[in-house]
């Protein structure tokens, strides 16, 4: 019984873009914008790090200092849907992508792993030098 579903990982050269999506299921999510939603990756053999968060209708948005300028985080409400727009990408932004839900109390979206309920399986980005 999986919550969030990403998709849109592959493989890509360096300078490439991809875009993942994050679908929420309608039985978890009565109301999709009560949560703020939030990206991670993580590497082969590394700790999973924090890339963006965007909160309810995208009022706030964080990024990680490694991603900045290159990736956007967007939401789509109507559609329960978290998206990660990946621009000019690096051999270091290859690991497995995660979206993840946050329904803490905080009224801006957490920016560590302990701060989201629900996880999605993942999906892989691979981008070759």
């Known amino acids: 019984q999986v919550q969030l579903v990403e998709s849109g990982g592959g493989l890509v050269q360096a300078g490439d873009s991809l875009r993942l999506s994050c679908v929420a299921s309608e039985r978890t999510f009565s109301s999709f914008s009560n949560y703020h939603m939030g990206w991670f990756r993580q590497a082969p053999g590394k700790e999973r790090e924090f890339v963006a968060a965007?909160?309810?209708?995208?009022?706030?948005?964080y990024y990680a200092n490694s991603v900045k300028e290159r990736f956007t985080i967007s939401r789509d409400n109507a559609k329960n849907t978290v998206y990660l727009q990946m621009n000019s990408l690096k051999p270091e932004d290859t690991a497995v992508y995660y979206c993840?839900?946050?329904?803490?109390?905080?009224?801006?979206?957490?920016?560590?792993?302990?701060?989201?309920?629900?996880w999605g399986q993942g999906t892989q980005v691979t981008v070759s030098s």
């Open positions: 965007i909160s309810w209708h995208g009022g706030t948005i």
């Open positions: 993840a839900a946050d329904r803490g109390s905080a009224v801006t979206p957490a920016r560590y792993s302990d701060g989201y309920a629900y």
